[in-house]
């Protein structure tokens, strides 16, 4: 691992904030705050802060497997986990919510693919051809796009709901707790029950970031 913020060690490949800021296409702030997170390896020297330059810092990524790279971009595609069970939902949703993390979601597509594209032709795999082609804006904006679902379907309800909690790290309870509603409210949404509160889903879903064109009907 790299030393982190409050480590004392020299790195040979440096930046200012100011230039990190410029590498990686954000405001300085943005750098500051990415120094505060961890996500930036850096220490202070004085009053300025030395960083350690982000294509070193990447240099350790590995490509994902094919396998995995398919299910990755299916899962950006679909803007669900599917019905991926076990490790693999967990890794894919965990991979998910770092590439909308990222101060460079770009240069981690270009690390997992090993540099090149592959896999079928969809909203994933796009993704990847633009980073290829150096429009890292282009990638950032469409991970961070407004979301608007059609979810007349209990089923596809649940998969929405369960698959955006896991990527973004959330719990029940802690989903619950946010949307100030009863876990099992919750638990009936996750687990396609007809709906009997509204207004419950609609509270989840604001605190997920996702707008409702349509919902299941409500249980007489």
Not at 84 to 105: F, N, Y
Not at 155 to 174: F, W
């Amino acid at each position: 691992m790299f030393p982190t913020a409050n480590n004392t060690a020299r790195y040979t490949c440096v930046m200012n904030v100011r230039e990190a800021s410029k590498a990686l296409g954000v405001s300085e702030r943005r750098v500051r705050a990415l120094i505060g997170q961890g996500k930036l390896q850096a220490q202070k020297i004085g009053h300025l802060w030395e960083i350690q330059d982000p294509n070193v810092q990447r240099a350790s990524r590995r490509p994902l497997s094919e396998h995995s790279r398919v299910i990755l971009t299916q899962a950006l595609h679909q803007r669900s986990l599917g019905n991926l069970t076990g490790q693999e939902r967990s890794r894919t949703a965990a991979r998910v919510r770092e590439l909308r993390s990222s101060a460079d979601p770009s240069a981690l597509l270009i690390d997992w693919w090993g540099g090149k594209l592959s896999g079928p032709l969809n909203f994933g795999t796009n993704l990847v051809q633009h980073a290829l082609a150096g429009n890292s804006s282009y990638v950032a904006q469409a991970l961070q796009q407004p979301r608007r679902e059609y979810l007349r379907s209990p089923h596809v309800l649940a998969d929405i709901v369960s698959s955006e909690r896991l990527i973004r790290g959330l719990t029940r309870t802690r989903l619950a707790q946010e949307a100030q509603v009863l876990p099992e409210q919750l638990i009936r949404i996750e687990h396609s029950k007809p709906l009997n509160s509204p207004g419950s889903v609609r509270r989840i879903l604001r605190v997920l970031d996702i707008e409702p064109t349509a919902l299941p009907m409500v249980a007489a």
